[in-house]
């Protein structure tokens, strides 16, 4: 199976293009303050204080992290499904203010309406955040429309699952996006399970970069848990994007280590999946090994590094907890433009 | 020095067995590490450290049923901190009455004070709207179809803003399905008046995305049947969207098309969404009769920052009606026309309805029944003030439309008298809807499944005890 023998022949890289000293740094330092923000959120779930559904990216962090890095931050829009907390941090959004909407106050990037699945920003240009699936591959691409009708050079990183993968507007969006060539890339985060369900179980292709072939859209796979390929695979994406030639799929296949959301307890795979996945292909964990081996910095660097990020997501966490919640006169606010 | 607690895993989860230890006392952990495993009725799940540490006292053993969340059962001893004897933190957990909920309180962190009386929800904003622009005096009126008024609505708005383009199927070298956007495409080329494969779901949400980048689409359902394809990404997209990003992105559109009755065609080319769509907060829903509120409101639909839903009506395109040759003729959203003053009795209605309606109160008045006539114009928000006025003047009402009842225009009308006017009406507010039953094909049967204009006579001199 082609998925198969990516992932092996990934897992040698030696073909893996290298990383500038700043670029390693830059990718551990942003993986990690996605992986220990995502270990807060968890922990305050657990004490009651993050309500709902909160879906964490632990495990996934090179795939938005390595994209992030390959486009304009500021210019090219991104969009996502409900798995969106790393996507807010590493594009520039305040972390406090991530976690308040998480815990539901006034501070949250929402004002603590919309929750872990809908946070925006238009400065940084973050479309969400958005709930229902496969929703997003629509929207996305009608980010990239308004960039086409301005001429403004913008691209749309649109993301989803392997489960919005088989959502029938994602197929309609795929074909405007060719047909007008449109500049947006569609990443297929593919972390085999669409909440339970694996993807064996769900798509009767399993190879989901193919998936664009009968609109004549290229896709590659690409091993989503090596940042390092998925700068360059995104590098190559976006480039095709924002020279006029339309759209391009990149499927990454990555892996999530906790549950589909906080109420998984996740039986439907093997421990021993999940643990070699941990121990042997772990995004964070590869990069600070080819620092060390480098010489890009050293233990107490990294730990300097690792200090940092806690500060900020302690900061974030107290922000959050320590934030009045939304005052009642909010329910009637932001429902109409006034005008 | 931290102590590591009982997790909720659920937001209803309250307790829990303590399965398994997975570490003991003494042993180093960081982030990530699984540390135990416990139990609920649903299922097994595994706790894991969040700091950096080492595992001091365990607290609670391994087996322990129902152990409450957020219960410390463990500490963690960060560096250089010995482990303490003193008593497990009973102290530190939280008492019975604040116990889970995911609104549920912990030691050393803020949270709200949750009041013993339930919070009443503040009183929802006012909306007032504006009234009509007054029609300078020798301000030529020229007779045009509904179609046409549309049409030019757009072109005029297209010209006075880039950002605003078409799109849907046929918009363009058709010409329209219906021809609504007739020359459009002459007048602003392909970029800006766009064919789109039929594809309802996947346009509207394209559409809804460029609105969130800024730009002003008009999106065309060919019918507001097809639109049901798209109704996902109008009410959880478009809708939504300013709330749930706190006032951040809106989504600044129009989505327009045929609504209602057509003829002869059948249950699913052949219904009413008037109410579904005034159901839901974040839109504004516009549904007019004559061809000069076509135009006026239009215009107004496409300047709005906010996801308008224009229901129009295929049997009415080609109606005629004067409009003001104005520079800019534009309508407020949100107010009912009165179409004829009177003091027996109101009629509301609005699009298709107010045809019957208007055909009624033209044989009632000449039977002597002074009718007062009001077209709604806008659904959402509902103008329910002129109504109000009017029935504390006549003291009846009778309502119109297409729709089905239950749930509907006049259901809502109903209940809202019931609020604001109970001791004014002298009669029942009585409804003229659309039967409820799927639209049937056989002429005959179509006939009876619609409002008559005998039906709202006949509503009417009950209401009038006539």
Redesign the interface.
Known sequence: MARKATATKAKATTNAPEFTKDQELEAFREMLLIRRFEEKAGQMYGMGLIGGFCHLYIGQEAVVTGITMASKKGEDAQITGYRDHGHMLVMGLDPAGVMAELTGRQGGLSKGKGGSMHMFSNEHRFYGGNGIVGAQASLGTGLAFASKYRGDGSVSITYFGDGAANQGQVYESFNMAKLWKLPVVYIIENNKYAMGTSIERAASTTDLSQRGVSFGIPGEQVDGMDVRLVYEAAKRAIEHARSGKGPYILEMLTYRYRGHSMSDPAKYRSKDEVTAMRTERDPIEQVRKRIIELGYASEDDLKEVEKEVRAIVTQAADFATSDPEPDPSELWTDILVDE | MPDI?M?????T?EEGKLAKWLVKEGDKVG??DVIAEIETD????E??A?DEGTIGKLLVEEGTDSVK??TPIAQLLVEGEEPSDAAPAAADAPKESEQ?????G?NG????TVSSKP?A??A??QFTPKGDPDIPDGVEMVTVTVREALRDAMAEEMRADKDV?VMGEEVAEYQGAYKVTQGLLQEFGP?RVID??I?E???????????????KPIIEFMTWNFGMQAI??II??AAK??????????A?MVFRGPNGAAARVGAQHSQDFSAWYSHV??L?VIAPYTAADAKGLLKAAIR???PVVFLENEILYGTTGEVPKMDDFVLP?GKARIAREGKDVTVVSFSMGMRYATQATEKLVAAGVDVELIDLRTLRPMDIGTIVESVKKTGRIVTVEEGWPQGGIGAEIAAQLMEHAFDYLDAPVTRVTGKDVPMPYAANLEKLALPSVDEVIAAVNAVTYR
């Not at chain 2, 962190?109 to 709200?112: A, L």
């Not at chain 2, 779901?201 to 995305?209: D, E, I, P, Q, R």
Request: no cysteine; charged share 10%; glycine share 14%.
């Open positions: 607690l997790p909720a895993l659920s937001p989860m982030p990530g649903k299922a097994t799940m706790v894991e969040v969340v957020n889970p909920g995911p609104d549920a912990t962190v803020s949270q709200p919070d929800a503040p929802a904003p383009f970029e789109t494969p594809t779901h996947g346009f509207a949400g394209l559409g809804v995305g460029a609105a969130f980048a800024g730009l996902d990404q959880n997209s969207q300013l709330y749930m990003s706190g006032g951040q992105v809106s600044p907060p974040g504004i709005s920052k906010n959203i």
